[in-house]
């Protein structure tokens, strides 16, 4: 195998993983509100909303250390041990209590941070300059297929269902714990990348990858990967950026969580709402896997890089804020559990609120890919601290965002998002307009 096709190869399996891990966990973050609701009848007190604010909470301080931990132990390992407590977490539902449910939020904040640092420094020590814009797209859709085929069960599954039984809990949770194992063992099959450098060449990549078995020297590249994380935390570049991934965050909680408890809250839905919260899952995921494969596979035809996506996910989501105002009851986000007979602007409408998913779903992959390339392209040297700040700031974001979810009624949810959303968009032109004119007269820049 060539080792283009070596590349090639890992970044599918990266993305294949993924899939498996995440069709669990996201489908697991859509219904578990749901699910919550029809707990606290019992001895179990929690929160959907809450847990995940306290998992992007410890997300967002963890990615301070997480750059060393994927220089100690490698991106592979710390994508496998990451991905077990992703299970851990899934299968706390089978039997919940609340502070198991709690544990648990602590320790997939922790792996989550690691995981997604080592994904962005596996990511970028497969891709170059010419192909990091496709291998950001296929990850993208790859990972995005999960919102698929999870929801598509619990469309199935949960079809007429006004009440989830423990029957139906536990059926459900046992097969997403089973999937996301699946995909934790098949980073066992990505490739390690041999070093192509001179001897007394820097390579970053091989300082994450090294075999190395010197403590000492472990230790030292762990304290320099958290050295390289501060200083580029104050760069220009990574404090604009970082308003598009804040805006990235929030709705990310949004059509992640809050949406999915909207729909399933509208009782004019009929016997429909909960199976409904599958079905809305189903859109975001194939408004994901379009977008990921457009804006990806698509990317080396676009001779006016990145802005025009960015603009085009702007507008997308502002329809759908503007659709689901007027669409759904102010109060959905914090219904009781027998739901809301409220109306907005609309009586409301199965369809609308489908549709919305889609346009959320393509609006975020038009952000997230073109934040996953232009980080793969502009910090192919310290990839896993770029991705690392990347991550720290969408999560303190997501977890600010589920804690107001608590409380805040829709509208004031989707004014947030409208504003943050366009000064976001406002400074990622700014660093692509900077990146072009520094980079243009040496890389093949047009072609990303």
Known sequence: MSPDSKKLFNVLILGISFMFIFTAFQTCGNIAQTVITNLNSTDFHGSGYTSMSIIYGVFSASNLISPSVVALVGPQLSMFISGIFYSLYIAVFIQPSTWSFYTASVFIGIAAAVLWTAQGNCLTIN??????????????????????????????????????????????????????????????????????????????????????SSAQNKLMRAVDAFKRSIKLSFTKEILLLSVTTAYTGLELTFFSGVYGTCIGAVNRFGSEEKSLIGLSGIF????????????????????????????????????????????????????????????????????????????????????????????GFLYSEDSAPAFAIFKFVQSICAAVAYFYSNYFLLQWQLLIMVVVGFFGTITFFAVEWKAAALLARGSDYSSI
């Open 127 to 212: 891709s170059d300059e010419n192909t990091i814009g496709r291998n950001s797209g296929v990850f993208w859709a790859l990972l995005q297929s999960s919102l698929f085929f999870g929801n598509l069960y619990i469309y199935f599954a949960w079809q007429g269902k006004t009440y989830i039984s423990e029957s139906d809990r536990r059926t459900v949770f046992i097969a997403l714990t089973v999937i996301s194992l699946v995909g934790t063992v098949l980073f066992f099959l990505i490739r390690k990348q041999e070093d192509t450098k001179a001897p007394g060449e820097e390579d970053s990549t091989n300082e994450i990858l090294g075999d190395s």
């Open 284 to 375: 975001i995921g194939v408004g994901e896997i379009l977008g990921g494969g457009i804006f990806g596979l698509l990317s080396k035809k676009s001779r006016f890089g990145r802005n025009p996506i960015v603009m085009l996910g702007i507008i997308v989501h502002f329809i759908a804020f503007y659709l689901i105002f007027v669409n759904m009851p102010s109060n959905a986000p914090v219904a009781p559990m027998e739901g809301t007979d409220d109306v907005a602007y609309m009586i409301p409408s199965k369809e609308v609120a489908i549709f919305c998913s889609f346009l959320l779903g393509l609006g975020d992959s038009c952000f997230n890919t073109q934040l996953l390339s232009i980080l």
